[in-house]
């Protein structure tokens, strides 16, 4: 029982610790070596947020748009790739599921900087609808995966039998298989939303600074001396995942019981 | 014949991003690296890039570095990851819910997860301050340099707090299926801890950690956020080093960008081999996310 109760409070330092961390630095303006505790306390980084909240709100709200977005258009184009990697066996289909999963597993850098100059030529680039874009290249496999599991998880009969009851190809489709697949659209969505909100790089290359995100406001922070404002402002950065999923959990819940399903 | 035209029309959604946006970005890159396509400028030898690459020291230092912080960053994540999702599954039932904790790494982004490692492991950082409170060190400078290291330590702390966690999910989800009387039994036919973990849970989880491995080692080889949070020191990871020669140098010297992200592919792609080739081995019903 001893070595369990070390079990858990390694799990909590190793994990609980540096988001506790980012919280005591946000209200220490002052703490440097060797203060293994702050001295000083105070609410300068707060007074910062509250008087830079018109930069910070844009910047979230633009973030948390582009990653809806993504999530969205993956959502649409791999609904039905999905149904033929579930359902359809056939030559090399394995071979071509594998291959499709290639944009989240390389680098992305390998193919964003050839698709710069592709955007750049066709007006995608510095736009929001290109970072939407190279954003949803970058996480689609996530998300394919996601909704072939499920259409695997509970199998065809569903839809033939809405089909047998004269549903039509539409109907079956937004009032059978989306709400079964409502899990893995969940789980995939998590995934691509959280890589789409925490992108650095893409953001910066495509978006090209004009299209404001949340991840490029913080960035110049994390290099300098403002340790406060970086704590806080990086403390911001988890709460939005984190009341987004709390939201769609509760939101879950209430849904199933309405449905009366049982998870 | 009809069959296959409506498989064809299905899967056409996902071939538009794979096709005009990831495969014509990597053609790109490829004839970029080559000198052509490159805004009307012209290359008398097309192979420049390439030569300048191969000929140059920095290059293969860097790509020495970056296989090392690539290897053991995917190392200590599979083990940590492992070590902590299975003592996460043996806690009692009222217990387990501390296991949540795990999760907050997921959250967090990549370049946050560098600003962490800076705040605990700087020379004026929480580590040095407590390690000279703690009579270990006596300054500044006697406390390690893992910032700014020629080992990139820095960068292989701060992917391990990254992506534990997303060990700690994939493993997970195997140990859930895994039988626990398999446990009790070996327990009481007088098998040690280590042993059971060695010769009973390993195995069961070996296609799991090679399939995460393979995919968190492609991850960390071309990443780019965390080191460049972090600042390298020369020569820097591949990816610092394509940022240099595609933002801050002569527009002439592009391909040699070019040519670099070409090389992490081409090893990605290797990689990648090796991961399809694993994961045809686990059953289509265990591929869950």
């Known amino acids: ?263 | 014949m009809k069959n296959s035209v409506k498989i064809l029309f299905k899967l056409s959604p996902v071939a538009v991003p794979f096709m005009f946006i990831f495969m014509s970005g990597i053609v790109l890159t490829a004839m970029q690296s080559f000198g052509l396509m490159l805004y009307g400028y012209k290359y008398e030898d097309h192979f420049f890039a390439y030569k300048n690459l191969f000929t140059e020291m920095w290059f293969y230092h860097s790509l020495a570095l970056t296989l090392f912080a690539a290897f053991f960053s995917s190392l200590l994540s599979v083990i940590s990851g492992v070590f902590i999702s299975y003592n996460i599954w043996r806690l009692p039932a009222t217990m387990k819910k501390y296991g949540i904790v795990s999760r907050i790494p997921l959250i967090l982004p990549h370049i946050g997860a560098g600003f962490l490692v800076i705040l605990f492991f700087s020379r004026s950082g929480i580590f040095s301050s407590a390690s000279t409170a703690l009579g270990l060190t006596s300054g500044i400078d006697d406390f390690p340099g893992i910032l700014y290291s020629r080992y990139a330590l820095d960068i292989i702390l701060a992917n391990v707090y990254k992506e534990t966690p997303f060990v700690i999910v994939m493993v997970y989800a195997v140990l859930l299926k895994t039988d626990l009387r398999l446990i009790q039994t070996a327990s009481m036919l007088g098998a040690s801890p280590g042993r059971i973990f060695f010769r009973i849970i390993l195995p069961a989880l070996m296609p799991i950690i090679n399939t995460v491995f393979i995919i968190i080692f492609v991850y960390n080889f071309g990443s780019f956020e965390i080191p460049y949070v972090l600042g390298s020191s020369k020569p820097g990871l591949l990816s610092i080093r394509v940022y240099d020669y595609f933002f801050q140098k002569d527009l002439s010297l592009r391909p040699v960008a070019m040519a670099i992200l070409m090389v992490i592919f081409i090893f990605s792609m290797t990689f990648v081999y090796i991961y399809s080739r694993v994961i045809s081995k686990i059953d289509i019903r265990d591929r869950k996310l």
């Open chain 1, 1 to 263: 029982m001893i070595s369990k109760r070390i079990f858990i409070l390694f799990l909590l330092l190793f994990f609980a610790l540096p988001p506790v961390v980012l919280l005591i630095y946000s209200f220490a303006p002052v703490w440097n070596y060797p203060d293994v505790i702050p001295t000083k306390f105070g609410t300068g980084s707060l007074s910062f947020v509250f008087t830079q909240r018109n930069d910070i709100i844009l910047s979230l709200a633009s973030s948390f748009t582009y990653s809806i977005a993504a999530v969205l258009l993956t959502i649409v184009i791999t609904i039905f790739p999905a149904q033929v990697f579930a359902r359809r066996k056939f030559k090399g289909s394995l071979l071509l599921e594998t291959i499709l999963l290639a944009p989240a597993l390389l680098p992305s850098m390998s193919f964003a900087m050839g698709a710069h100059y592709v955007f750049l030529k066709t007006g995608l680039s510095d736009s929001f609808i290109g970072l939407v874009l190279i954003l949803s290249t970058m996480s689609y496999p996530y998300m394919l995966r996601a909704l072939t599991a499920g259409f695997i998880a509970y199998g065809e009969e569903y839809a033939i039998c809405s089909e047998n009851l004269g549903a039509g190809f539409f109907r079956t489709l937004i009032q059978v298989e989306l709400p079964l697949l409502l899990p893995s659209i969940v789980s995939g969505g998590t995934i691509v939303f959280l890589v789409s909100f925490s992108e650095y790089f893409l953001v910066f290359l495509i978006g090209g600074g004009i299209v404001p995100s949340y991840s490029g406001y913080l960035f110049p922070f994390l290099n300098s001396s403002e340790l406060s404002i970086a704590s806080l402002l990086t403390l911001i950065f988890l709460l939005v995942p984190f009341l987004l999923f709390l939201g769609i959990e509760i939101f879950l819940k209430g849904y199933y019981r309405r449905r009366f399903i049982q998870i």
